[in-house]
């Protein structure tokens, strides 16, 4: 078991440095010129090199900040983007158990943490609003995201991702339930603090975030976390919604398409206003979810007291 989750690890770690290429790629074609293609064949080491270049750079400490939280929240931040993936559902059993989402829910929740220490401990005040402003946001949406997969939830009677796979033979919860769908993919899209809700990050206002004080390894491993997490809620997407067909050559067809999608949104649309995004999960997605949640209790209810 223990060489299977580092065989995942590495796996995921360089699917995440061809993410950062793919994405360099696509958004140089929506601005109309070319992505990196110096650095090997069609720049497909330039993620190689960025690596070198992040962490041979030299590491600032701000004098002023707590420097053991400082040091240590970007590698608890990658730690937990990472233990995140052990609950993916492998026929080898990595840790294939029935709580599987469950412990997504856990330890998607501890990523906060990480992100407010890193905010605070800087000592600085773009990092700390940079970090107030990304706990809102994730806050807001793991309710968001919780509430939407309930409604599933009560569909499948399980806390197993395998049972998502089983229920969606013939039809996609997509096909079943296509508004919740489009408010998981903008939840997702929240919850990761990628464009249009890229408010930890907002250049014009904050500089850079959360992460203003971090340089070489300490920003690689926000980097890194930032996009494991991006490649994980793809995963999720297409488990819930597309089949969770995991077994199969189109599952990982799915699963680039979503990352896609992550990349072209990011090229299409600008930056949406703060108090837009608070309203948008506690004034739409909430009332929205919930409803669909009583409908979908009310459908089990039904389905069950028809065929038992």
Same mark, same amino acid.
Request: with cysteine; charged share 10%; glycine share 6%.
């Given at each position: ?32 010129? %070319?992505?990196?293609? %110096? ?20 590491? $600032? ?30 026929? $080898? ?5 029935? !709580?599987?989402?469950?412990?997504? !829910? ?49 569909? $499948? ?37 990628? $464009? ?8 014009? +206002? ?6 203003? +004080? ?68 506690? %004034? ?14 009310? !459908? ?9």
């Amino acid at each position: 078991m223990g060489l299977s989750s580092i065989i995942l690890l590495i796996c995921v770690l360089v699917g995440v440095a061809f993410l950062t290429l793919l994405e360099r790629k696509v958004l140089g074609y929506i601005q109309i010129r %070319k992505g990196p293609n %110096k650095v090997g064949f069609m720049g497909l080491l330039q993620p190689f090199s960025d690596a070198i270049k992040l962490f041979s750079k030299e590491q $600032t400490v701000p004098l002023t900040s707590n420097y053991l939280f400082y040091y240590f929240s970007p590698v608890m931040n990658l730690f937990l983007a990472l233990t995140l993936w052990f609950c993916m559902p492998f026929i $080898t059993l990595l840790i294939n158990f029935n !709580l599987g989402i469950l412990y997504f !829910l856990c330890c998607s929740s501890m990523g906060v943490y990480t992100i407010m220490i890193a905010g605070w401990s800087s000592n600085s005040n773009y990092a700390m609003l940079g970090g107030l402003r990304s706990v809102a946001q994730t806050i807001s949406y793991e309710v968001s995201l919780a509430m939407i997969l309930l409604s599933f939830l009560m569909l $499948t009677s399980s806390l197993s991702m395998l049972q998502f796979a089983v229920y969606q033979k013939y039809v996609w919860f997509l096909l079943m339930g296509l508004p919740l769908g489009l408010m998981w993919f903008v939840s997702c899209l929240a919850e990761t603090n990628r $464009t249009p809700f890229d408010f930890a990050e907002g250049e014009s +206002e904050l500089v850079s975030g959360f992460n203003v +004080e971090y340089s070489s390894g300490g920003f690689a491993l926000i980097f890194l976390a930032e996009y494991s997490n991006i490649i994980f809620m793809s995963m999720l997407c297409v488990m819930f919604f597309m089949g969770g067909d995991f077994y199969s050559i189109f599952f990982f067809m799915k699963l680039v398409f979503m990352c896609f999608l992550w990349i072209w949104v990011r090229g299409t649309l600008p930056r949406y206003r703060y108090d837009k995004l608070m309203y948008l999960a506690w %004034k739409s997605f909430l009332p929205v979810s919930l409803s669909f949640l009583v409908f979908f209790i009310g !459908l089990k209810s039904v389905m069950s007291s028809l065929f038992f």
